[in-house]
């Protein structure tokens, strides 16, 4: 029977990255999971904010009554 040498982590689950090279074997980029939950909280305020405004504009007041009637706004006699 084998036995797992005690050098080994005990968990595997270590999370992921995303790294992307060119075709040179450079490094273009890299994506860790913070990168994700940033992505996400980022879109759900834009859709918090889209959502405030667009509700502000459906309770804004209409066009105030005048009492006085109402005057062409060039008057020419």
Same mark, same amino acid.
């Given at each position: *029977? /084998?036995?797992? %040498? /005690?050098?080994?982590?005990?968990? !595997? @689950?270590? &999370?992921?990255?995303?790294?992307?090279? #060119?075709? @040179?074997?450079?490094?273009?980029?890299? +994506?860790? %999971?913070?990168?994700?939950?940033?992505? +996400?909280? &980022?879109?759900?305020? &834009?859709?918090? *904010?889209?959502? !405030? #405004?667009? &509700?502000?504009? +459906?309770? #804004?007041?209409?066009? %105030? #009554?005048?009492?006085? %009637? *109402?005057?062409?706004?060039? /008057? !020419? @006699?």
């Amino acid at each position: *029977m /084998n036995k797992v %040498p /005690n050098h080994l982590p005990k968990s !595997i @689950d270590s &999370g992921w990255s995303l790294q992307l090279y #060119s075709g @040179d074997r450079r490094l273009l980029c890299s +994506l860790y %999971p913070s990168h994700g939950w940033v992505f +996400l909280a &980022g879109i759900c305020l &834009g859709f918090l *904010m889209a959502f !405030i #405004s667009f &509700g502000a504009q +459906l309770k #804004s007041p209409s066009s %105030p #009554s005048l009492s006085t %009637p *109402m005057e062409a706004p060039l /008057n !020419i @006699d």
